[in-house]
């Protein structure tokens, strides 16, 4: 005599898809820690200017370190967004789009794709579980 089976779908998505965020934190955090490694540090630390025309602006300050320091991995506050993204910058750390990808003045360095074409391959061995 066969026994009858009660299957919660719902349930069982809610298993698969919150171990495939775990999974993908995990490898954001991989991808995070690769590009903290190759993102360059700068050297001068200042205070905002004081005077002149560009008195107490943010942006003319300078914090060595604060490009690395704000590199972070972040969920979308949507919750029907399964994707979770690796984010360079704040508005005091700028310049990391300059950094990448250069201007008229600044070489182009490109830290940030080259660190997460590297952990790609630890990306894929998180995802299969290896």
């Known amino acids: 005599m066969s026994k009858n089976i ?3 779908p719902k349930l069982a998505e809610h298993d698969i898809m ?13 991808m995070a820690a690769e590009v903290k490694k190759s993102t360059p540090e700068g050297s001068e ?5 004081k005077t002149g025309p560009y008195k107490n602006k943010y942006w003319t300050a300078r914090d060595a370190g604060a490009l690395k320091r ?16 690796v984010i360079c910058g704040t508005t005091k750390a700028y310049y990391g789009k ?3 990808y250069g201007t008229n003045g600044n070489k182009y360095k490109g ?3 080259k660190a997460i074409n590297r952990s790609k391959k630890r990306a894929n061995l998180i995802l299969r579980g290896v």
């Open 6 to 8: 009660h299957w919660n």
């Open 111 to 113: 830290f940030f794709r």
């Open 98 to 100: 300059i950094i990448e």
């Open 70 to 85: 704000s590199i972070r991995t972040a969920k979308k506050r949507d919750s029907n967004d399964r994707s979770i993204r």
């Open 45 to 49: 630390t200042r205070p905002m200017y």
């Open 18 to 30: 919150g171990n495939a965020l775990k999974r993908l934190t995990e490898v954001g955090e991989a």
